[in-house]
């Protein structure tokens, strides 16, 4: 089936920028999402490329290249708030979602 | 406020006894799903529905059931089948998969003992 892989863990200061890689062994996605999730809670929506390019939400920022089957989510300024899970999400031929095992980011003050 | 109910938060259960999860929306989104996440792990599709009366399984559906019998719900029935069935319990509708956006409730963690 169709799978995402992601970094495990990624560690940044507060106020630095970090990116957070996604590539997947599909040529079935449509689309890409990304989710922010904190412990103990339930996943939140960030952003979604249904197009090739870079779409821009406040200090998030996420990437798709489908050529190259890679995303990217990118956030900048950094705040001890963004500690949290992140995983990014294929749009599976229009009928679901496929997660990503997710990546948790630590930011360190 | 819209949005979508998940019960109970948190459920116990013995070996051998199926349980019910309770999932309703008030988006009047056409679309829901059933995701399991077991700790440290991602999503993974169990069930999910895109019209009323229709559903389809996903990647893990083994020990699991669903319905669709109206468009604000979608109960998820744990049975006794489902080998492991300790884990976190997600929900989420989205009007389809086109603006690449779900909506989840807060979740229901079930414990077997």
Known sequence: GQ???????????????????????????YGLSWYQQHDGGAPTFLSYNGLDGLEETGRFSSFLSRSDSYGYLLLQELQMKDSASYFCAGDNYGQNFVFG????????P | DGGITQ?????FRKEGQNVTLSCEQNLNHDAMYWYRQDPGQGLRLIYYSQIVNDFQKGDIAEGYSV?????????????SAQKNPTAFYLCASSHGTNTGELFFGEGSRLTVL
């Open chain 2, 7 to 11: 019960s109970p938060k948190y459920l």
């Open chain 1, 101 to 108: 095992p997710g990546t948790r980011l630590s930011v360190l």
């Open chain 1, 3 to 29: 799978s995402l892989e992601q970094p495990s863990e990624v560690t940044a200061v507060e106020g630095a920028i970090v990116q957070i890689n996604c590539t997947y062994q599909t040529s079935g996605f």
């Open chain 2, 67 to 79: 319905s669709r019998e109206k468009k604000e719900s979608f109960p998820l029935t744990v049975t």
